[in-house]
């Protein structure tokens, strides 16, 4: 069985750089994408990015020159990067399984960051 | 503002079909499948309805989905008050290069 989890400081300070890591287990990074997508506190999901098992990466281009996102093959671990945070980068961070271009599962279970000074 | 629209709120009794719409266009839901996550209070988002009207393993009969040009649905019948959650659509934009989802709709089992 799939599972993901996210991991990373819950509180950033405005204009510093937000880091995650999301660990896998129970099955291979290879022949996945993998996304990240955020939730702000009572609203909808906004896709971050993707990476797929061979380093190729893909950006929401409304974030584009903030993130970035990568792979550590060897210890299944997938991490993202936000830079210049504001309060508006306070949400829900969910690491995602990707099946190619198609659909997201599993999900982690999420973490929470915000960004207050 | 969603690229995909989706009705805000959504209501029914228990036993009573229910059905949810998310518009798009060429670019995403007219080129590309849809899918569905099904977001229960306090939990992640999981996969409900993939390739406009597939269900994973473990997903009930009585979820649905259907895709007709731009548009899609997603229909529960038999409601039950477990289905209480927020239904979100999804689908790849080619405008984008990127994944858009509708703004969800919040479904209340009165």
């Known amino acids: 069985q799939v599972q993901l989890q996210e991991s990373g400081p819950g509180l950033v300070k405005p204009s510093e750089t937000l880091s995650l890591t999301c660990s896998v287990s129970g099955a291979s990074i290879i022949s996945y994408y993998w996304s990240w997508i955020r939730q702000p506190p009572g609203k909808g999901l906004e896709w971050i990015g993707y990476i797929s098992d061979i380093g190729r990466t893909n950006y929401n281009p409304s974030l584009k020159s903030r993130v970035t996102i990568s792979l550590d093959m060897s210890k299944k671990q997938l991490s993202l990067k936000l830079s210049s945070v504001t309060a508006a980068d306070t949400a829900m961070y969910y690491c995602v399984r990707q099946q190619d271009l198609l659909w997201f599962d599993p999900w982690g279970q999420g973490t929470l960051v915000t960004v207050s000074s | ?110």
Do not use: H, M
């Not at chain 2, 409601?79 to 999804?90: I, K, P």
């Open chain 2, 1 to 110: 503002q969603s690229v995909l629209t989706q009705p805000p709120s959504a209501s029914g009794t228990p036993g009573q079909r229910v059905t949810i719409s998310c518009s798009g266009s060429t670019s995403n839901i007219g080129s590309y499948t849809v899918n569905w996550y099904q977001q229960l209070p306090g939990t992640a988002p999981k996969l409900l309805i993939y390739s406009n009207n597939q269900r994973p393993s473990g997903v009930p009969d009585r979820f649905s989905g259907s895709k007709s040009g731009t548009s899609a649905s997603l229909a529960i019948s038999g409601l039950r008050s477990e289905d209480e959650a927020d239904y979100y659509c999804a689908a790849w934009d080619d405008s984008l290069n990127g994944w858009v989802f509708g703004g969800g709709t919040k479904l209340t089992v009165l």
